[in-house]
């Protein structure tokens, strides 16, 4: 079972940066997928970036420009890098990983953006 532990959460103001990183337990060889999600009070967990193996990226509308998501693919780790942060940004960001047919899923890191 891989666990994956996310850190780099807070409390920022509008317009502050914060970066997340992910690390997984193990080293995954072959093709992978990791990511970002995240879900506010209310509402459903939505993407917000993933990364592929072959380093193709996709990003939520809505952080397209601000977010930006790297990996490190020896260490099976990825990092959020989060600018120009917005109060809409505001919820809990979890690290996912999505290898073959099967998902993994961090225990959430709470990131808020005060106005």
């Known amino acids: 079972q891989v666990q994956l532990v996310e850190s780099g959460g807070g409390l920022v103001q509008a317009g502050g940066s914060l970066r997340l990183s992910c690390a997984a337990s193990?080293?995954?060889?072959?093709?992978?997928?990791m990511g970002w999600y995240r879900q506010a009070p209310g509402k459903q967990r939505e993407l917000v970036a993933y990364?592929?193996?072959?380093?193709?990226?996709e990003y939520a509308e809505s952080v397209k420009g601000r977010f930006t998501i790297s990996r490190d693919m020896a260490k099976t780790m990825v990092d959020l890098q989060m600018n120009s942060l917005k109060p809409e940004d505001t919820a809990v960001y979890y690290c996912?990983?999505?290898?073959?047919?099967?998902?993994?899923w961090g225990q959430g890191t709470q990131v808020t953006v005060s106005s």
């Open positions: 996912n990983l999505a290898v073959g047919t099967r998902d993994y």
């Open positions: 193990a080293t995954i060889v072959g093709i992978y997928t």
């Open positions: 990364v592929r193996s072959n380093s193709f990226t």
